[in-house]
C-alpha cells in the first residue's frame, strides 16, 4: 500500500512528512513470535522501506511465555531495546545476563561481531518490546554493552532524551550523529520540537493517538520528517511516542 504523502510550507522552506500506517507494515506471525517490521526485514521486503537516515529496524515484537530468541550474532549496528510491557531475559557472548522491564533502555554496540540470545523469562506473561536498529557511523568498534532505567516521570509530558552520541543527560550511547528520545504525553498536553536544517526526524507512536501538525496518528503509526521542521505534537490520548532526530 502507499505511503500517505502530505508536503507542507513552513517560512517558505519546503518540508515533507511521510506518514507510514501501522497496517502497512510487514507482519510475521510464527506462534510463539508475533512481529510488525516498519522497515524491511527478514521474509518482508520492500524496495520503498529500507530505513530512514540511519534508522534501519523498528520491529515490534510479541514474545509468548518461555519463549524467545536463541543465540544469533550481530556485526557493526547500534540495537536498542526498548519493553513496553512484561519483561526480557538477555545474554550475551561479552558476559553480560540482565532482564530489561518496561522503562529500561539496552543499547548494544555489535561492532566487530556480539552474539546474543532474547528470551521471555516469564511462564504466564508475554513480553511486548521494540527492538531499534541503526546503523553506526563507525565499523569495526569494540563490542559494548549499556542498559539504564529511565523513571516515567521524566517522560511525563515532555521530551526524555534516552540515546545520543555523546551519553549526555544520562543517555545511552551510540555511536551515530542521533538523538533518541521518549514521551509519555497526556491527553490534552502539547510539545514541541524543532528540527535543525539539514536534520531527518522520525515519530514513532507506541500507544495512544496524536495530532502531528495537523496529521492523526494512531499505536504503530510513524511520520518520517525530511528538512528543517517544527513538530507540534498534540495529544488526542494519553500517549507514548518516541522521536529520532538525525543528522
Not at 195 to 203: D, M, N, Q, V
Request: hydrophobic share 35%; net charge negative.
Amino acid at each position: 500500500m502507499q505511503e500517505c504523502v502530505q508536503v507542507i510550507y513552513l517560512s517558505e522552506v519546503r518540508t515533507m512528512m511521510i506518514v507510514r500506517k501501522s497496517e502497512d507494515r510487514g507482519h510475521a506471525e510464527h506462534g510463539w513470535l508475533e512481529s510488525y517490521h516498519s522497515f524491511s526485514f527478514a521474509g518482508y521486503h520492500d524496495p520503498l522501506q529500507m530505513g530512514w537516515g540511519p534508522l534501519r529496524v523498528i520491529n515490534e515484537d510479541r514474545v509468548q511465555p518461555g519463549k524467545g530468541f536463541g543465540l544469533h550474532g550481530h556485526e557493526d549496528m547500534e540495537i536498542i531495546s526498548y519493553v513496553l510491557q512484561g519483561e526480557l531475559a538477555h545474554r550475551d557472548s561479552m558476559g553480560n545476563g540482565t532482564v530489561i522491564k518496561p522503562g529500561d533502555v539496552q543499547r548494544m554496540s555489535a561492532g566487530t561481531g556480539i552474539k546474543h540470545s532474547e528470551f521471555n523469562p516469564s511462564d504466564r506473561e508475554p513480553v511486548h518490546f521494540l527492538q531499534i536498529w541503526i546503523e553506526p557511523n563507525q565499523h569495526g568498534l569494540e563490542p559494548s554493552y549499556e542498559q539504564k532505567f529511565f523513571e516515567p516521570e521524566s517522560k511525563k509530558d515532555q521530551f526524555r532524551l534516552i540515546a545520543s552520541s555523546d551519553g549526555r543527560d544520562e543517555s545511552v550511547l551510540i555511536h551515530q550523529a542521533a538523538d533518541v528520545y521518549s514521551s509519555l504525553l497526556s491527553a490534552g498536553k502539547s510539545l514541541s520540537f524543532l528540527t535543525t536544517a539539514g536534520r531527518l526526524a522520525y515519530l514513532h507512536l507506541v500507544q495512544g493517538e496524536l495530532d502531528v501538525n495537523g496529521i492523526v496518528v494512531k499505536a504503530g503509526d510513524a511520520i518520517k520528517v525530511d528538512l528543517e521542521q517544527e513538530l507540534n505534537i498534540d495529544a488526542q490520548q494519553d500517549s507514548e511516542f518516541l522521536l529520532f532526530a538525525f543528522g
